[in-house]
């Protein structure tokens, strides 16, 4: 099996990868075939890193329901190394990738695939595409290993080679300060940590601390009257003050936490926003990281707003302190439990925003429809269109190299980087919650 | 007491009122003091027309756990008889109303009080202005009597006088065609209905259908990029048909389907939309008004867009043959129990909207965590903001009278306007669901 970065490759025998065997708790590394093109639309890619993400744990805890053996892992960086016969400088009206990429561009991968071709992909809610499917699963072989197969790949990858010389899309990017370890936040928590924030900023509720213009006018949908009519005092300037709390700060819960905060301070400088941010754990090693990341921040990153990090009792005291006992504007929901939905509702103001982006499971929703009603409570829940988000999530990450650059630092959100040997130790670690964010090198 | 139209009222006797008395179905018409000025922000009205809505019957059934006799009613037309202290020409800084509503003039009270001046007033979000109460409860008697006392007087009214003559405001408006029935459909209905359509239509995933720009570019927050990057195919036309259900066709989700079928005719003629709307109601008698509703309305009402009305096979039949199986963009939910919730859920598309305006009550949500994350569903709940909704709906109110103008047609929506005297059979009639919109007049 290779072990180095090929040459003339063999793409045809077996490789290294971490695979997972039901019930539960079971990995183990070993040799699986080098998978191949089976579709013209395929590459495959070598992967130079690939993430251990906490939604890994589901499936390693035997909480899917899935009952035969895998590859693990589905956020992946690597090099393409085959294409499928979709790809030709001739192909027009397809993603743009079907005619650019090339055999050893640089790309990153979202965890699920996604055409860009059909309606959902189309309109950029891309996570929904009908073509969509996990990396990991049985299906599916994921990225913990040394080479994947990406379906789609013309619509799923995203090529930071292309953006070096692509006439059209988001080129004119600086990468050159980009670190390699950083690009796997793109496929799945920096993305889903913007679409949580942007989720939130985006909601017509929000609009009149934006816009300074009273509900229902301040919205994108054009006004069918200029006026609001007689009843309403004018806006003061503490109205526009926004408060939004994050609920979970795991490593998406960062993501979630900074994306928020460079977002707010832009709309500061360019609109005068006034904001106040909370970011709420029950655990105290996990708001130390967000802590010494927070500090490790330039001030563009920061803004001047007001910033807390705190336990849940102290996070609830505070959105009742910092707004006159309203609540937030917007909360965003990282975790994917009950408690911690009904954490968000608790501190969420009439009118304001649970912007959802936990993977929620099986229990009902603990909220009964008077609770919803009687608080004029809205919900945006499930999984972030992470295709359709790469190309903001790639402005904050160039941005904040500054946090997400390093590795194995007090304030670097990536802890480690090891090789694939160490899966069992590693997956062992990050169900006990005793790590950071960990990446595997499969080529060390 | 008073049965008269006043001269020199005598405001310090008896009038007729429709009281309700615990646990259930207990209507009484009787004497009730008339209710004097008791904080300098009152109005005293003279109730021109009462309404009878569907939620004066969760008081009737007993299902708001409300021990002791009530005054009935929150939807109210009427002429102002008394002032508070606080109303006089040199006031400044409040509500425009205190300085220019005067004794004589036509109002309108929305079915909660909202005083205008606090953060939620300010903002646009009335119906959780911290002042707020409901019409109709022991501590607040209704409107389902001959006077009727309106706290926050210059917050919570809505005066068609004062549009006559204001310097500012709404003002300019030609009402002389504005029949009096029809006003009251703006204390409750007519705002619920469209508030129901602007939740859905200002939502942000709503945005690539009437911006031809995909998520997340197209909404109202500043994008902090140009470009979508390389994934994705242009945007093709009928990625913009935009495809909403209505559930519900009573009262409320009749004129939700008129604002919906107006806004979206408006749009069609201003940015080229293409729309697709399903109006759905298990009862034959409510589709049949509905449908010779919509056979009254004008062309400027209907717009060049596909209607239809369903039960709820056929609903959700529609739902998927008009949609190649996608589902709803977004699903309109005007009943309030969890029937209608499924239902909504199940037409609608992922990443849809379900904008609920319905009353819910405590049974607990029927969806479980799974399911609104598979679904990328948004939801937005909750009570109607009536007051800072009310210059929209005036203009729904003027350009749809050829159905909203009359009563007593297969195509009007209001059905009767009756004497007090009559409510005890009018509640029995309207809570077994066998008559459509009725109006106390209590001055017959």
């Known amino acids: ?60 805890r035997g909480h899917e329901d899935v009952d035969s053996d895998l590859t693990c892992g ?8 085959a294409l499928g016969s ?24 979202p965890f699920t695939v996604s055409c860009g071709e059909c309606h959902f992909c189309r309109i950029g809610f891309t ?33 930071l080679s292309a953006l070096q010389y692509s006439a059209t899309g988001i080129a004119n990017r600086d990468l050159s300060h980009l670190s390699d370890s950083s690009l796997i936040l793109l496929a799945d928590i920096l993305p889903t940590g913007v679409f949580a924030a942007m989720q939130a900023l985006q909601h017509p509720k929000i609009a009149p601390m934006l816009t300074a213009k009273p509900y229902p006018l301040g919205g994108h949908f054009p006004a069918q009257t200029s006026s609001q009519g007689q009843a309403a005092a004018a806006l003061q300037s503490e109205d526009r003050i926004l408060t939004i709390a994050v609920v979970g700060l795991g490593p998406v819960g960062i993501c979630a936490t900074i994306s928020l905060l460079d977002i707010l301070a832009s709309l500061e400088s360019s609109q005068g926003l006034v904001y106040q941010v909370i970011a709420i754990d029950p655990l105290e090693a996990r708001r130390n990281k967000m802590q010494a990341i927070y500090d490790a921040i330039d001030s563009t990153g920061k803004g001047g707003g007001r910033f807390a990090i705190a336990s849940i009792e102290d996070g609830k005291n505070l959105a009742a302190n910092w707004t006159n006992g309203a609540g937030c504007n917007a909360v965003l929901e990282i975790v994917g ?35 919803v009603y ?71």
């Open 74 to 81: 589905h956020e992946i960086v690597g090099e393409v190394v």
């Open 337 to 371: 439990n009950n408690s911690a939905l009904t954490l968000a509702y608790e501190v969420v103001r009439p009118f304001g925003i649970i912007s959802s982006v936990g993977v929620h499971q099986e229990p009902p929703l603990p909220f009964n429809g008077r609770d």
């Open 374 to 444: 009687n608080k004029n409570v809205s919900f945006d829940f499930g999984r972030c269109p992470v295709r359709a988000m790469f190309p903001i999530a790639l402005d904050v990450l160039l941005k904040r190299q500054d946090v997400f650059g390093g590795v194995g630092t007090d304030s670097s959100l990536i802890e480690k980087v090891v090789a694939l040997d160490q899966a069992v130790d590693m997956y062992k670690l990050f169900d006990k919650g005793d790590c950071g964010k960990i990446l595997f090198n499969p080529w060390i």
């Open 127 to 159: 996570s929904r595409c009908v073509h969509s499917c996990l990396f990991g699963i049985p299906s599916l072989p994921g990225g913990q290993a040394q080479f994947v197969r990406i379906p789609k790949a013309g619509g799923t990858l995203f090529s």
């Open 1 to 60: 099996m290779p072990t180095e970065k090929p040459g003339a490759l063999d793409l045809t025998g077996m490789q290294r990868a971490v695979r997972w065997y039901p019930p539960a708790y079971d990995i183990r590394v070993e040799a699986a075939p080098i998978p191949q093109i089976i579709d013209p639309d395929d590459a495959i890619v070598r992967v130079t890193l690939a993430g251990l993400c906490g939604s890994d744990l589901h499936i390693y």
């Open 86 to 109: 979709s790809f030709h400088p001739q192909v027009t009206g397809r993603p743009e990738l079907y005619s650019t990429l090339r055999v050893g561009d640089k790309v990153v991968s």
